[in-house]
């Protein structure tokens, strides 16, 4: 059986971008205390987090099993072949992910994966930050839309479009968390620096 290679290669990349998220997890408790909010204290992150683990379960899982699957379930079947469109979505991908890489290091360890009200962290402004407000967000979006390019069947599209609403949803509520840690400081960067593309 000929195994389609770009969707097996994307499914590669995303898991290790998801074994980076719990091992910058588990640095984050070493030196804070708690795991980077992975889960928040707060009941709407805790209701997003019980929605966002299964999504990110197929968000890598369908690209990594379809490609091995002779008869998939119409739900998992490629609704179009595009070779060309496949291998540029696959260097898009991981563009993306070295790119997210960048955007974790300079974070260090301001780095969160959700908000918790009590907490206080510094406001980075340089590197990525200095183009989007929300370069981690943006790069996973790029991520995602790469990964229905490469496996455009129904049920990735599902997943990515509650992906995508998700991270809709938690930019917002961190730029609510940032205003009122850091008041006009933040004001002033979100007047000059777009949220998810940069601002020209």
């Not at 993306?96 to 780095?111: E, N, P, V």
Request: aromatic content about 12%; overall charge positive.
């Amino acid at each position: 059986m000929r195994v389609n290679l770009p969707p097996v290669l994307v499914g590669i990349i995303l898991a290790a971008y998801w074994m980076r998220v719990l091992h910058l997890a588990r640095k984050i408790r070493r030196e804070v205390g708690h795991t980077a909010n992975v889960i928040p204290p707060e009941l709407f992150g805790f209701i997003t987090r019980a929605i966002w683990f299964p999504v990110v379960f197929l968000w890598i899982a369908i690209p990594l099993s379809v490609p091995f699957m002779k008869y998939p379930p119409g739900i998992l079947r490629p609704l179009i072949v595009s070779w060309p469109l496949a291998w540029a979505a696959l260097a898009v991908a991981m563009a993306a992910f070295i790119l997210t890489l960048i955007c974790w290091k300079k974070m260090g360890s301001s780095w969160r994966m959700g908000v918790d009200p009590s907490e206080r962290t510094s406001l980075i402004l340089t590197g990525p930050f200095a183009c989007v407000r929300h370069p981690i967000y943006a790069l996973s979006s790029a991520l995602m839309l790469a990964t229905v390019a490469v496996e455009p069947a129904a049920l990735m599209i599902v997943v990515a479009a509650i992906h995508l609403t998700l991270l809709q949803l938690e930019a917002r509520r961190e730029e609510k968390y940032l205003l009122g840690v850091h008041g006009p400081a933040y004001s002033e960067y979100c007047a000059r620096v777009g949220g998810f593309l940069p601002r020209f």
